[in-house]
């Protein structure tokens, strides 16, 4: 390997390299010379550069090569005295590559953890380069290789025949003993590794039915026995704070985890069903990215009008769309970009998924009456600039936050519609006077999410091959010349699934004075959508189109969420 190299040597490396970067990521990369990150995991933690991209980079700067991953092949021998924790912290995983003995890394500034892998292996191995996104599904392939030995020191454990009555203590004991305790600890290493955001343990006729929710979409995992499922779930609802004997009612509770130096919260939800007991756990990573509007993934006008809706001093800023399309994080990184020392900002919100240093957050708690509506009345004696409210449920809670738009602050907030135009209706539906609506909306944003192709098995498509022409042209769609579309294939990387990651399409109206004409008039949906497009707004499915002539995504994900 090469000298050691200081990150701010490779920061300054990559500043220089034209071929690597572009301007945007060159100004945020001269901005990090002033405090670099202490390792190339820092780098990658920042999400300035894809994951290719500094890998590429990584490799070049070290003068090493990068790895073939998908000829990657494990050997048991080679991780027997190495153990997953090491070597996930070191980013380093022993393999073959073609039948030749490597280290595959990610991190060549750790330096002494690679030495020691080095000198465990007996001998001196080339290293290969893969990307951090790489290593981790690595990891995820060696874990799911075969039924690990806390797998089987659980199923063991667990196999003991249970009386009748509930043993509370025993089950209790179960769930507390260390197979199961390692069991639920590979568990939510896998689901991290791949990003998953829930898991769902649901009781079947035949066992238990383990999935993941992996961009969106639920993945089916090895499934549990009866008697395993019942340490695990017992073990989860522990660490919930939730009551492990009782199995007749809902319960909800949260947690936070360390798994490897990553930190997560996760939200428990059980519910009693036919079969037994199914749980649900919501995960959010803490500090997995920086929340960064640019980033979002908006077209260049929609991010410049957006930008400048919440610069305004006052007014109202409505994100719309369903459950879990990202309202909540394209809020949040507005706020981001708004948090100042200059100015205060509050929030209320159910429940907290994004700590932000120097707001004020607040939890719903319904038990004690601290609902939506009665924390914006204590907000606005707590003389705040900024007020996000984490969703508009009725009509208290929008006259307020209407009220509040009017009288000098930024409101924040969150709509369940299918559309842009649809959230105006909806306010309107919640008893928001038409006048008073006209003169306090500034924006509203309308988002989905879809999944991104993964960059290595996507494969070129012409002219929509693979896809209704019909159904296209009835939704607008026209091939361009320079148009870069692909389709989804499937490989090792991706889990087979031919996506990897998700990103937003979005719809953003500005309130202009055409539209606020037309509020006044009440008028129906589809002339304020009219009026919207025919002054310039891109719809969601023109923004899904877009994506998909730049290679971003498939049409079956753009239509898949649009439709």
């Known amino acids: 390997m090469a000298a050691a190299m200081t990150s701010i040597d490779f920061v300054r490396y990559l500043t220089m390299n034209d071929d690597l970067i572009g301007p945007s990521e060159r100004l945020s990369l001269e901005r990090m010379l002033k405090d670099p990150p202490s390792s190339y995991s820092g780098l990658w933690e920042t999400g300035i550069l894809s994951g290719d991209q500094l890998a590429k980079a990584i490799a070049e700067f070290h003068g090493l090569a990068r790895a073939a991953v998908d000829q990657i092949e494990f050997r048991p021998e080679f991780t027997e005295d190495l153990s997953p924790r090491f070597l996930r912290a070191a980013w380093a995983l022993p393999a073959l590559e073609r039948g030749q003995q490597i280290l595959v890394i990610a991190d060549p500034t750790r330096e002494e953890a690679i030495e020691a892998a080095l000198a465990a292996l007996g001998q001196r191995v080339e290293m290969r380069v893969a990307t951090f996104e790489e290593m981790a599904m690595l990891f995820e392939r060696l874990l799911s290789k075969d039924r690990t030995p806390a797998l089987a020191a659980t199923e063991r454990a667990a196999a003991r025949p249970e009386s009748t009555d509930e043993d509370l203590d025993r089950l209790h004991d179960l769930a507390s003993g260390a197979p199961i305790v390692r069991a639920v600890d590979q568990l939510l290493e896998t689901a991290l590794n791949l990003s998953a955001t829930d898991i769902h343990i649901e009781p079947q006729p035949d066992g238990v039915r383990l999935r993941m929710?992996?961009?969106?979409?639920?993945?089916?995992?090895?499934?549990?026995?009866?008697?395993?499922?019942?340490?695990?779930?017992?073990?989860?609802?522990?660490?919930?704070?939730?009551?492990?004997?009782?199995?007749?009612?809902?319960?909800?509770?949260?947690?936070?985890?360390?798994?490897?130096?990553?930190?997560?919260?996760?939200?428990?939800?059980?519910?009693?069903?036919?079969?037994?007991?199914?749980?649900?756990?919501?995960?959010?990573?803490?500090?997995?990215?920086?929340?960064?509007?640019?980033?979002?993934?908006?077209?260049?006008?929609?991010?410049?009008?957006?930008?400048?809706?919440?610069?305004?001093?006052?007014?109202?800023?409505?994100?719309?769309?369903?459950?879990?399309?990202?309202?909540t994080t394209t809020l949040t990184a507005a706020l981001s970009s708004l948090n100042s020392p200059e100015r205060k900002i509050m929030t209320i919100e159910d429940p907290i998924e994004y700590q932000i240093a120097g707001v004020s957050q607040t939890q719903v708690k319904p038990s004690i009456n601290l609902t939506f509506a009665n924390a914006m009345r204590s907000f606005l004696r707590q003389d705040p600039d900024i007020m996000m409210v984490g969703e508009m449920r009725d009509s208290e809670t929008a006259s307020i936050g209407i009220q509040a738009a009017l009288t000098g602050h930024l409101v924040l907030t969150t709509l369940h519609t299918n559309s842009a135009a649809d959230a105006i209706i909806r306010l309107m539906d919640l008893g928001v006077e038409t006048f008073l609506l006209a003169s306090a909306l500034r924006c509203v944003i309308a988002q989905r999410l879809v999944r991104r192709l993964c960059e290595r098995c996507r494969s070129p498509v012409a002219d929509g091959a693979g896809v209704e022409h019909a159904a296209l042209t009835r939704r607008g769609f026209v091939s361009r010349p320079g148009d870069t579309c692909f389709r989804a294939v499937g490989c090792p990387y991706c889990g087979e699934s031919g996506y990897r990651g998700r990103i937003g399409i979005f719809e953003v109206l500005p309130v202009d004075a055409e539209l606020s004409g037309l509020i006044r008039e009440d008028v129906d949906p589809q002339k304020i959508q009219a009026a919207a497009v025919r002054a310039g707004m891109t719809t969601m499915l023109d923004d899904g189109f877009a994506k998909y002539r730049k290679g971003i995504t498939s049409i079956e994900e753009v239509l898949r969420v649009t439709v």
């Open 213 to 327: 929710r992996v961009d969106g979409m639920l993945r089916t995992m090895q499934p549990l026995s009866n008697d395993i499922a019942r340490g695990v779930v017992s073990r989860i609802k522990i660490l919930a704070g939730l009551n492990i004997a009782e199995h007749r009612l809902p319960q909800d509770g949260r947690a936070r985890i360390t798994i490897n130096t990553t930190r997560a919260d996760f939200r428990v939800a059980t519910m009693p069903t036919l079969h037994g007991e199914a749980l649900v756990a919501r995960i959010l990573v803490k500090g997995a990215e920086a929340l960064d509007l640019s980033r979002l993934g908006m077209a260049p006008r929609d991010f410049s009008i957006l930008s400048t809706q919440v610069a305004e001093p006052h007014g109202l800023i409505v994100v719309a769309g369903p459950t879990g399309c990202g309202k």
